[in-house]
């Protein structure tokens, strides 16, 4: 069994950042520190720099959130940045998808321990939960795979003129001008780069935003939506 590594004190940022729930984001550190190390969510030496690298990190992406929207949080695996980003922002409605079950099994028990009443968790892939799953207005993801595929997983999961909002690296602005070609076969009118967290992070969180128009995924996956809900009409009916 993997050792866990001692957690650090919060810094003050984060007393700032997540407010009254302060207390429930401490104890989100805890169980990443604790039983994320021991169940292989997390590694042993990201312990140490858990609040700037990872809580923080994500947190930070409440700035670019719009208010009361609904949001998917594509492969979640430990929570990340799903769960900062609801201890941050209790308007939003949350959807954490994850395929993995040690990983959901974990989930669930952290929205449970922390009373996070507006997430819920869902066991998938994105291109498995397609037309079952209600489209949403906010797609997350951080770290997950480069831009062209996993705007090929987020993308479809939006309503029209919704928006992926992915946590990248320096490597952003090279990772969209590759990813060209496939996010405007995605029905992508709109990226950029942007920059989150100042006086709260350094260097500063960059996130990718991608804006869909009418018709999220193309052409393709309208298809494949259609045929899915055609199959969910039916087996209502039976």
Request: with cysteine.
């Amino acid at each position: 069994m993997t050792e866990a590594a001692e957690l650090p004190q919060a810094p003050a940022e984060a007393r700032t950042v997540f407010g009254e729930l302060f207390p429930e984001a401490v104890r989100y550190a805890e169980l990443l520190a604790d039983a994320g190390v021991k169940r292989g969510l997390i590694g042993p030496r990201e312990v140490p720099r858990l609040w700037e690298r990872h809580l923080l990190n994500c947190a930070v992406l409440s700035e670019v959130v719009p208010e009361g929207v609904t949001v998917c949080d594509v492969g979640s695996g430990a929570g990340l940045p799903g769960i900062p980003l609801a201890l941050v922002r209790p308007d939003l409605k949350i959807t954490l998808l994850e395929p993995l079950l040690r990983r959901t099994n974990f989930l669930q028990e952290v929205v449970e321990l922390l009373g996070l009443d507006h997430v819920t968790v869902v066991r998938g892939r994105a291109e498995e939960v397609l037309g079952t799953l209600q489209p949403v207005q906010v797609v997350t993801a951080r770290a997950v795979a480069p831009l062209d595929r996993l705007a090929g997983w987020g993308v479809p999961l939006l309503k029209p003129y919704g928006e992926m909002l992915a946590l990248k690296g320096d490597t952003a602005e090279e990772e969209i001008a590759g990813a060209r070609a496939a996010l405007s076969k995605l029905g992508v009118v709109e990226t950029e780069v942007l920059h989150v967290g100042e006086g709260v992070v350094d260097p500063l969180s960059t996130v990718v935003r991608v804006v869909v128009g009418e018709s999220p995924g193309g052409v393709r996956f309208a298809a494949k939506r259609a045929k899915a809900a055609r199959t969910g009409r039916t087996r209502r009916r039976r």
